[in-house]
């Protein structure tokens, strides 16, 4: 079945970039649009953006000055950055399926998470 | 954006209970809408797509309905395994937006 596995580095310093990469496995990123959302902790889930496998893409207005997603069909890997970040940033980051480019896109709408990777935003 | 408003934001239950939570929509989503269930440290599941599909293997207790703005999760006979947190999501326009959760405790 197809699984999701975010990696990244687990400590990103004030102003820096945090990136993050997605590595799906057990099928095709192909036709699929893939989501990255963050939950600080104690908090609720904020959807960051998403991507197709064409490239394309949409982001959240409230980050969208800040956040690059690409996609390498080659390594089925989706990748996230984020710019300029603050303590305000630290959170878990998932990243999750969000649907088929054909056919009843609800059905696969954020069915497969990964399990998250934590990012501290800290000097 | 379209503010996804759950309620409550907490409430407390027994085994057995039959409990209800709401989300509406400050417009129109049709039935891109999604229910989730996160326990502590763990990732968010899906439990309902479409509003009212229920997720593969998730227990037949659970159900959603509703279109447009008004929508229900119910789970029916409350089992020690469902105190959690819920979430709705709209992804029916960008951005995507989830309500704030509710938590559901052990009374």
């Known amino acids: 079945q197809v699984q999701l596995q975010e990696s990244g580095p687990g400590l990103v310093k004030p102003s820096e970039t945090l990136s993050l990469t997605c590595t799906v496995s057990g099928g095709s990123i192909s036709s699929y649009y893939w989501s990255w959302i963050r939950q600080p902790a104690g908090k609720g889930l904020e959807w960051i953006g998403r991507i197709y496998t064409s490239g394309s893409t949409n982001y959240n207005p409230a980050l969208k000055s800040r956040v690059t997603m690409s996609v390498d069909t080659s390594k089925n890997q989706v990748s996230l950055k984020l710019s300029s970040v603050t303590a305000a940033d630290t959170a878990v980051y998932y990243c999750a399926r969000d649907g088929a480019a054909y056919g009843d896109y609800a059905v696969d709408a954020f069915d497969i998470w990964g399990q998250g990777t934590m990012a501290t935003v800290s000097s | 954006d379209i503010q996804m408003t759950q309620s409550p934001s907490a409430m407390s239950a027994s085994v057995g209970d039959r409990v209800t939570i709401t989300c509406r929509a400050s417009q129109g989503i049709s039935n891109y809408l999604a229910w989730f269930q996160q326990k502590p440290g763990k990732v968010p599941k899906r439990l309902i797509y479409?509003?009212?599909s229920l997720q593969s293997g998730v227990p037949s207790r659970f159900s959603g309905s509703g279109s447009g703005t008004e929508f229900t999760l119910t789970i029916n006979s409350l089992q020690p395994e469902d105190f959690a947190t819920y979430y709705c999501?709209?992804?029916?326009?960008?951005?995507?937006?989830f309500g704030q959760g509710t938590k559901v405790e052990i009374k």
């Open positions: 479409a509003a009212s």
């Open positions: 999501l709209q992804h029916n326009s960008y951005p995507r937006t």
